[in-house]
């Protein structure tokens, strides 16, 4: 039996990892839940998989779970804390799908127990990767890719001589605005933002991947996971989300993976590695599908990719900074404060004033400075134009 902790179960990358994981109850042990408000569903997973613990990140949210696992058997918690504290409890292997930063520490409790991580939170590489990679070394863990593109380089990796990888090129579907005008975009509000041609996924990704952060973020966790070159991360628009990366070697050959845009390939491949196991995702009728399609992403419509470049050019402290401007901008966004090309702007006005007062070239940043650097990156946004105006 596997053990298992799914953070982040009540959201969409968990919901899908709850549905696989009881498909297959002879194979699996879950340990812990967390979530958050949706305690509901919580306490129903909870129930469903017969976990030892379930922990909600809010405080006021614990009666509520405390009252419907009542007689349940099963422990409850509240707090940033207690979610750490469950993240730390012998498991082989945690799935990390809280959304944004709020999944680095977790993350880290997890990999100090020397769990199998997997990562679907992008945000832990981006802010922090060598950090991990340095703490999954100490403590023997092991890191698997979930996010799509990157377990797809993953797996054209299995087998090959890393030193022949000349490449590796993440595909984007361009998202909800792919064929909108480009002068049309300053107008687009949250509910156009929040819906995405391929995927079903949480609201926030969504609209990052309306903007390309979701983008951006990917190519900087490509880089930090695959211990790449930043000029060895490529994007490409493709439409369609069938290939979901190609990896590029020496020889010219280029391996791409292929697949249903659907969470459940790459969740169920992190559940049973280092097995392949039948999943319960659609096959692809290659005829059916008749063509595919690539273009190259238009920087004017996509800035995130740009400061993607500079991030990882930057180093240092810049990737905690800029996921935490970008996490700023979103919900400025969503309330409406700023419109959706402005989001770039807030980040790139905290990425400079951050650069200039020497805040971000830090080497070898450790936990507290990368923390540091979130929560200045989150105040400095706050005093930016845009959103003092
Ligand atoms: N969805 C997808 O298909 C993909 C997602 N990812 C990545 O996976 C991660 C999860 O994404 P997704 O499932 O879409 O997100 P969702 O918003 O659907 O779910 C987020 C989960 O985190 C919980 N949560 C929210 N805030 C906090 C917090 N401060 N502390 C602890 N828990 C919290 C939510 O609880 P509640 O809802 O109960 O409040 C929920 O369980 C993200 O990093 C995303 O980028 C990567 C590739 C694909
Ligand atoms: C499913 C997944 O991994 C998402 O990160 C996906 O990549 C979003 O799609 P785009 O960012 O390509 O629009
Ligand atoms: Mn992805």
Not at 194 to 221: C, Y
């Amino acid at each position: 039996m596997k053990r298992v902790t799914i953070l982040g179960a009540t959201g969409s990358i968990g919901c899908q990892t709850v549905e696989l994981i009881e498909a297959a109850p002879e194979r699996f042990e879950t340990v812990a839940l967390t979530g958050g408000r949706n305690v509901a569903l919580l306490a129903d997973q909870a129930r469903r998989l017969g976990a030892k613990i379930a922990v909600t990140c809010h405080d006021d949210c614990r009666a509520d779970l405390e009252q419907r696992l009542a007689g349940s058997g099963i422990e409850v918690a509240s707090g940033d804390a207690a979610i750490a504290e469950a993240a730390a409890r012998p498991a082989d292997l945690v799935m990390s799908a809280i959304v944004g930063a709020a999944g680095l520490l977790p993350g880290f409790a997890a990999i100090r127990q020397g769990a199998t991580l997997a990562l679907a939170n992008k945000e832990t590489m981006v802010a922090a990767g060598p950090l991990v990679l340095a703490e999954a070394r100490a403590h023997g863990a092991t890191l698997l890719p979930v996010d799509s593109e990157h377990s797809a380089v993953f797996q054209a990796l299995v087998g090959e001589d890393r030193g022949a990888v000349e490449r590796v090129i993440l595909t984007a579907s361009g998202g909800a605005f792919r064929d909108w005008p480009l002068e049309q975009l300053a107008t687009a509000t949250p509910e156009q933002a929040a819906t995405h041609p391929n995927w079903a996924m949480g609201q926030r990704i969504t609209i990052d991947s309306a903007s390309m952060f979701n983008k951006a973020l990917e190519v900087i966790e490509a880089k930090e996971l695959f211990d790449l070159r930043s000029d060895q991360v490529e994007v490409v628009v493709h439409p369609e989300s069938l290939i979901h990366a190609l990896v590029g070697f020496n020889d010219g050959a280029l391996m791409a993976h292929m697949g249903a845009p659907d969470m459940r390939h790459a969740i169920g491949y992190a559940l049973n590695w280092p097995e392949r196991r039948d999943l319960p995702v659609a096959r692809l009728d290659l005829a059916a599908v008749g063509s595919m399609s690539f273009r190259a992403p238009d920087e004017a419509r996509y800035p995130a990719l740009r400061l993607a470049r500079r991030v990882m050019e930057e180093g240092g402290l810049a990737g905690a900074a800029f996921n935490a401007a970008k996490e700023a901008a979103l919900d400025a966004f969503l309330d409406r404060r700023i419109g959706f090309m402005q989001m770039a702007q807030v980040v790139e006005q905290v990425l400079d004033t951050m650069s200039r007062a020497g805040a971000l070239r830090v080497d070898s940043p450790g936990l507290d400075a990368v923390l540091g650097a979130d929560a200045e990156a989150r105040a400095r946004a706050a005093r930016t134009d845009l959103l003092t105006a």
